[in-house]
């Protein structure tokens, strides 16, 4: 039972909150009050969740060493040794078995974005993190693959480009993000730890993230008020534009001022404004899309 317990925590499924963005499609296009397209989005995101599982296992397994002398991760499952590496390397082997098997008879596109995504990841956990620069926008290529996973599932009538620009940039900016933090944190250990922050400096970090933060902000207003798929009269949705401009601000908030962010999605789980702007965010396109 320890080590069952120990394995699901290894597979990490507060950071399974990332493959909400396989959703994207579903609310965006329209599909969200439909039952067929509902459930099959929710079997994507399961099987998502299952890969993405895979890749934690995989690249603990690959990083023991290192991560046995992080200040953080040395208390990870794998680091402390309450689970046997034997077990997370079955579970690493029988996990994408499992997750391509279904996917294959949900939807072969599916299967194929999950093997792009199983590749991306695995290549990142043994080449693409040490590379700089190329290790964030690895990073942001999985999430663009999280919402084609949604999208290959149903079929998608008014899903408009854009948004597969947003999120590539809002993932850039997160992962920008994590990098400067992780600078702050490790400080003399950074190069020991991780050897790719060796390449950064705050310097470089900083305007990155002041770019990409800009960047993701104007995509998604363009998105607002160009986007030709929109359900919603254009000019109407122009108010969502200031709760994701005041989440994307929050973060930085938490970035400069608290000193935190070196994970988004501990930062998610723990600022209560920025899951409020969030709430409200979605709340209000669903009230746009589907009650107006």
């Not at 965006?28 to 397209?37: A, I, R, W, Y």
């Not at 402390?80 to 997750?99: D, R, T, Y």
């Not at 480009?161 to 702050?184: D, H, T």
């Not at 359900?231 to 929050?250: C, G, M, Q």
């Amino acid at each position: 039972m320890q080590v069952a317990i120990a394995l699901l925590k290894n597979m990490r499924p507060k950071q399974w909150a990332k493959n909400g963005f396989v959703f994207a499609a579903l609310v965006f296009d329209g599909k969200l009050t439909d039952p067929e397209s509902l459930m099959r989005v929710f079997a994507s995101f399961g099987l998502l969740c299952l890969t993405a599982s895979t890749i934690y296992l995989i690249n603990d397994l690959v990083d023991l060493e290192k991560d046995r002398a992080h200040p953080k991760k040395r208390f990870r499952p794998l680091a402390s040794g309450k689970l046997p590496v034997p077990v997370a390397m079955a579970a690493a082997v029988i996990f994408p078995l499992i997750s391509l098997s279904l996917a294959t008879l949900l939807a072969w596109e599916l299967a194929v974005v999950l093997v792009a995504y199983l590749v991306l990841h695995i290549v990142y956990s043994f080449v693409l993190k040490n590379i700089v620069l190329v290790d964030v926008f690895s990073i942001a290529a999985g999430f663009v693959l999280r919402v084609l996973a949604g999208v290959v599932v149903i079929e998608v009538e008014q899903f408009s480009q854009w948004l597969y620009v947003c999120v590539g940039l809002l993932s850039l900016f997160l992962a920008v993000g994590k990098r400067r933090q992780e600078l702050v944190l490790l400080g003399d250990t950074a190069e020991t730890t991780k050897p790719v922050l060796k390449q950064y400096n705050i310097t470089l970090l900083n305007d990155m993230l002041r770019m990409t933060m800009t960047s993701a902000a104007i995509a998604y207003t363009l998105y607002a008020i160009e986007a030709e798929t929109l359900l919603v009269e254009n000019s109407v949705f122009l108010l969502t534009i200031p709760f994701v401009y005041y989440a994307l601000f929050r973060y930085l908030y938490i970035i400069y001022v608290e000193q935190h962010g070196g994970d988004p999605t501990e930062v998610l789980f723990e600022d209560r404004p920025l899951q409020l702007s969030i709430v409200l965010w979605i709340s209000l396109v669903i009230v746009l899309f589907y009650i107006l």
